[in-house]
Nanobody
Framework: QLQLVESGGGLVQPGGSLRLSCAAS????????IGWFRQVPGKAREGVAC????????RYAGSVKGRFTVSRDNAKKTATLQMNNLQPEDTAVYLC????????????????????????????WGQGTQVTVSS
């Protein structure tokens, strides 16, 4: 089971950028699909972006497509969420999560590995990092 630690959150003005990082330990990183989710109090957790276990495909929520980019470095056991043109509605706690893939699933496209929506299929979670977009 992976242990995950997020970093990089903070306060940014509308139109600004932030780069979130997720550092993993305790497992074989490229056996896992990685997802970024966000949580606002009183609202359901939302899938933001997911990347396949080998990093060959990505999936984004419609609200962030074209502004956010998810990537991973399997050798360094890290995943990154680059967030550009941030807007107040992006304010949330951002969480990194990992979903274990069986050997036959590890080369699949991300769309076959996860729906990247609520995160209910992800088994390992970081503690989250706060992102606040405000002028």
């Amino acid at each position: 089971q992976l242990q995950l630690v997020e970093s990089g959150g903070g306060l940014v003005q509308p139109g600004g950028s932030l780069r979130l990082s997720c550092a993993a330990s305790g497992g074989t990183f490229n056996y896992y699909t990685i997802g970024w989710f966000r949580q606002v109090p009183g609202k359901a957790r939302e899938g933001v972006a997911c990347i396949s276990s080998i990093g060959s495909s990505q999936r984004y929520a419609g609200s962030v497509k074209g502004r956010f980019t998810v990537s991973r470095d399997n050798a360094k056991k890290t995943a990154t969420l680059q967030m550009n043109n941030l807007q107040p509605e992006d304010t949330a706690v951002y969480l990194c999560a990992a979903k274990s893939m069986a050997p036959s699933q590890r080369i699949l496209n991300v769309n076959a590995q996860t729906r990247c929506d609520s995160g209910a299929d992800f088994g390992s979670w970081g503690q989250g990092t706060q992102v606040t977009v405000s002028s």
